[in-house]
């Protein structure tokens, strides 16, 4: 698939880049997941993600974008069809190699968007540390959970975050619409636990992430015949633009202040 918005690395050629880096050297690396969206939305919905804020991002700043890498780590997922994991310490090599080719070449100031939420975050963290310290690099992490607490915990409009709820899939409505079969959709609301919450908005004590298991995730599809967490049919492309830009304001402030 061609990309064409944005300045996309692969899109360019080697003399093109070497005009670029004439100017800057700061680059977006978007990663993402392939992996089960329930009934109704499409695999590579975090990848998705992850590239259409680096390419508004890019609109906006004129900041060059790497090829996209498509796969996270999804263990939890792999119960459904399409699915595709990763291991962690194969993922951690991969950005460390992506980041290691760039700075090689001049791109000293790397902002990684990461579209698989919370989950990709420990092996991006590692890469970033071990990257930073062999290639004398600055590296970002922008995380959508992360970089949207304010929002998703004043706004009525968003619930908590959960897998393919309405906050991603309000997202995907508003820049992937084709991508989304909302009539399939059923909610799966997430119960409330004691001293155990996902959401990185919520202000409570809780213990830390841990991928769910596979026998886990085959109960939800036999209970409720899908394997998300959350209220998709609240789902609105009002909410994605208003999720999106959110997003990309503070994206586009991360990257003037790299600069």
């Not at 394997?227 to 991360?254: D, F, M, Q, W």
Request: aromatic residues 8%.
């Amino acid at each position: 698939m061609v990309l064409l918005s944005g300045l996309w690395l692969q899109n360019m050629t080697s003399p093109d880049v070497e005009e670029y880096l004439k100017k800057d050297d700061r680059i977006i690396i978007p990663v993402g997941s392939v992996e089960q969206h329930g009934n109704f939305a499409a695999l590579g919905t975090d990848s998705y993600v992850s590239q259409c804020l680096a390419e508004d991002g890019s609109e906006r700043t004129k900041v060059a974008i790497a090829a996209p890498l498509w796969y996270g780590w999804a263990p939890h997922h792999l119960v459904r069809k399409g699915t595709v994991s990763i291991r962690p310490e194969i993922l951690i090599e991969l950005l460390y190699d992506v980041i290691g080719s760039l700075s090689l070449h001049g791109f000293k100031k790397l902002l990684v968007i990461n579209g698989h939420r919370i989950v990709n975050i420990p092996w991006m963290q590692i890469a970033a540390q071990k990257a930073q310290e062999e290639f004398n690099v600055k590296i970002v992490l922008f995380d959508p959970a992360y970089m949207s607490k304010e929002l998703t915990r004043k706004d009525p409009d968003f619930r908590q975050v959960g897998h393919a709820e309405e906050i991603e899939i309000s997202h995907m409505l508003y820049k992937y619409p084709e991508l989304v079969q909302l009539e399939k959709a059923r909610d799966n609301p997430a119960e409330d636990s004691d001293l155990y919450h996902v959401d990185p908005s919520k202000e409570l004590d809780t213990l830390c992430y841990v991928p769910s298991t596979s026998a886990h995730q085959l109960k939800t599809l036999e209970e409720t015949g899908d394997t998300i967490t959350g209220r998709p049919t609240e789902a609105t492309s009002e909410k994605g633009r208003k999720y999106h830009e959110y997003l990309l304001n503070h994206l586009v402030k991360v990257l003037e202040d790299l600069k």
